[in-house]
């Protein structure tokens, strides 16, 4: 069965600080791709990054880095010194890639970041 | 691009009413999903078109849900009749290609509220 888990519900810090928020998944399949999408208080959803289970590199864009690793099943997401306009709702999400649920993102519940100045 | 376009932006109707939620696609893009938000259940894929045709439906929540995407260009969510726990945020979403590569794109979403 599919799962993506965010055990971290809320994450409170302060401006500049460095926080990792934590995304595990389950899937039976050898081939599949997680995503973190981010939902700022204003509602929509914003792509941030796209990874295939065959890339295990970790990656870096500005204040952001995505560290996955397949032998624990975990794509955790950092943000580096903080910024009050990073708070939002973060999703991780994961979508196979075979038959019927080809398509079908699977997200998490969410964890709520909160950037105080 | 305009991006993925939804209207109306909120809707609050009584019970019993029937709700039209309606979507526009990033043009070109092949598929058409359409998601729900709500706080107990988080976001969950209701239904999603391959090139206009329904190919997932199993997340629709019971009869009372149906969607159609007559043309590339437009797609309808409707309710009929809307009960309150029909309450959430609907979001429409479109993907240049399905296979979990490719990134879907969303709307600006639609919140419900069934009194």
């Known amino acids: 069965a599919q799962k993506v888990t965010q055990a971290q519900t809320e994450i409170s810090v302060v401006e500049k600080e460095d926080v990792t928020l934590d995304c595990v998944y389950e899937t039976r399949d050898t081939t599949y791709y997680l995503f973190w999408y981010k939902q700022p208080p204003s509602g929509e959803l914003v792509f941030l990054i796209r990874?295939?289970?065959?890339?295990?590199q970790n990656e870096i864009s500005g204040r952001y880095s995505w560290n996955f690793q397949k032998s624990t099943s975990s794509f955790n997401f950092t943000i580096t010194a903080s910024q009050v306009v990073d708070s939002a709702v973060y999703f991780c999400?994961?979508?196979?890639?075979?038959?019927?649920?080809?398509?079908?993102?699977?997200f998490g519940k969410g964890t709520k970041l909160s950037v105080k100045p | 691009d305009a991006g993925v376009i939804q209207s109306p932006r909120h809707e609050v109707t009584e019970m019993g009413q029937e709700v039209t939620l309606r979507c526009k696609p990033i043009?070109?893009?092949?598929?058409l999903f359409w998601y729900r938000q709500t706080m107990m259940r988080g976001l969950e894929l209701l239904i999603y078109f391959n090139n206009n045709v329904p190919i997932d439906d199993s997340g629709m929540p019971e009869d009372r849900f149906s969607a159609k995407m007559p043309n590339a260009s437009f797609s309808t969510l409707k309710i009929q009749p809307s009960e309150p726990r029909d309450s959430a945020v609907y979001f429409c979403a479109s993907s240049l290609l399905v296979g979990g590569g490719n990134e879907q794109f969303f709307g600006p979403g639609t919140r419900l509220t069934v009194l």
């Open positions: 999400a994961l979508s196979e890639d075979y038959g019927g649920s080809q398509g079908n993102l699977i």
């Open positions: 990874r295939n289970s065959f890339d295990e």
């Open positions: 043009s070109g893009h092949d598929y």
